[in-house]
């Protein structure tokens, strides 16, 4: 019998051939792989371009700027888009809607973004750093147009190694996406020169920005909850509350600790909230369905059992 379902046909249809997406997503990573690997350009300083990921935090310097140490997860995504990178260019997913239909190029158009973004030429100033902030905005409507559009297209016939390669990278990608263009935007009101309590306004709606876009994925996003957005932003939360360097330093007492509270309090409501929701849906409400399906097989069973009679000294007659 032949699968019939929309995905399997386009996937067995384009199978024995590359299109220009293949060959776009190839080089969207090499693009992403060495901005976010800590290549530099010419000379030691890396002046002209080639600015990584390394060297984010020191540009959007603001009150939600999170521990070096936060950017770790860029390599993690690195790594997943790599194995999607190759996954796409095999037979069986080559032709896959969620790579023709959902990645098409934004992909690539994300990491040509982040590509222009890292393009140094020397002009500090506020037109610049609003530069700076479409170019990363842009990234960020890139890989949520991927996300939406995967969503969109996801069906009962997907597999777990569709899902793996093809769906997980860009939702990772996507909560990091939106913890980076947050931090353009408050690096850009820092540039402005707003005062200390505005920053901290502006930086307590970045964090309710967090909780409501991961209470979207896990109550709000039909019957598949997304638990990888939720579990990156609580990532960067944590990084945030534990960020003592640019801005931050310069507020007052009160307002730092009130701020590292409210972003570590928002970060771990996420990660209690995920667990919960993961454990209702994956694992109770499936021993449930188990359940279930055993009694009905029980219940439906009109097998009848007969036991023997015992014959002399209790054998069986």
Request: no cysteine; aromatic share 16%.
């Given at each position: 019998q032949i699968d019939t379902t929309p995905s399997t046909i386009l996937r067995n249809n384009m199978s024995d051939k590359l299109t220009l997406y293949n060959f776009?997503?190839?080089?969207?990573?090499?693009?992403?792989?060495?901005?976010?690997?800590?290549?530099?350009?010419?000379?030691?300083?890396?002046?002209?371009?080639?600015?990584?990921?390394?060297?984010?935090?020191?540009?959007?310097?603001?009150?939600v700027m999170p521990t070096s140490q936060t950017f770790i997860i860029a390599h993690v995504i690195l790594i997943l888009e790599g194995a999607f990178a190759i996954a796409q260019l095999l037979p069986k997913f080559r032709g896959s809607v969620m790579v023709q239909d959902c990645v098409k190029h934004y992909f690539f158009l994300s990491a040509l973004m982040q590509f222009l973004w890292s393009i140094d030429i020397g002009i500090q100033n506020l037109w610049a750093s609003a530069l700076s902030v479409i170019l990363m905005l842009?990234?960020?409507?890139?890989?949520?147009?991927?996300?939406?559009?995967?969503?969109?297209?996801?069906?009962?016939?997907?597999?777990?190694?569709?899902?793996?390669?093809?769906?997980?990278?860009?939702?990772?990608?996507?909560?990091?996406a939106l913890a980076v263009a947050s931090m353009s935007v408050n690096g850009f009101f820092v540039q402005l020169g707003v005062g200390s309590t505005f920053q901290v306004v502006l930086g307590i709606v970045t964090i309710i920005l967090f909780g409501g876009v991961g209470y979207k994925m896990l109550f709000l996003n039909g019957p598949k909850p997304n638990y990888a957005v939720p579990m990156v932003l609580s990532w960067f939360l944590f990084g945030i509350a534990l960020c003592n360097q640019g801005p931050k330093v310069e507020l007052e007492g009160l307002q730092h600790i009130l701020f590292d509270s409210v972003a570590g309090i928002v970060g771990a409501g996420l990660i209690g909230t995920t667990s919960y929701v993961f454990f209702n849906k994956e694992i109770a409400d499936k021993n449930t369905d188990l359940s279930k399906e055993i009694n009905e097989i029980n219940e439906s069973d009109d097998t009848v059992y007969v036991t023997a009679p015992d014959g002399a000294g209790g054998e069986l007659a």
């Open positions: 776009l997503n190839i080089a969207g990573f090499a693009l992403s792989w060495v901005l976010n690997s800590n290549v530099k350009g010419p000379g030691d300083n890396g002046n002209i371009f080639f600015n990584g990921i390394g060297e984010l935090f020191e540009t959007f310097e603001s009150i842009t990234m960020f409507a890139s890989i949520t147009k991927i996300l939406m559009s995967q969503a969109a297209n996801t069906d009962s016939t997907q597999t777990p190694e569709e899902y793996w390669l093809l769906r997980f990278p860009f939702s990772v990608h996507f909560a990091w």
